[in-house]
């Protein structure tokens, strides 16, 4: 969602090994800094979406799928 809504991966690099280390370390660029166009209520769902403790993740599709509808809509998620 995040490619498809920005046109770019969440992480770019020059080889594997640097683009694991920016998966596993690194935050992704908030979707706006790609596509202004990116409603601001995405960023939140992003972060979330991408968070590198699993634990911080939804724990389950219905509740991604809820904050989702929810960015959709405007809200914070």
Do not use: C, I
């Not at 992704?28 to 790609?34: G, I, K, N, T």
């Amino acid at each position: 969602l995040y490619e498809l809504m920005t046109g770019a991966h969440p992480f770019r690099a020059r080889n594997p090994s640097e683009l694991l280390r920016l998966q596993a370390e690194a935050l992704p660029p908030d979707p706006r800094e790609l596509n202004p166009s990116v409603p601001a209520s995405f960023a939140p769902f992003f972060r979330k979406a991408l968070e590198k403790d699993p634990a911080k993740r939804w724990q389950t599709a219905e509740e991604l799928a809820r904050a989702l509808r929810e960015a959709a809509r405007g809200g914070a998620g």
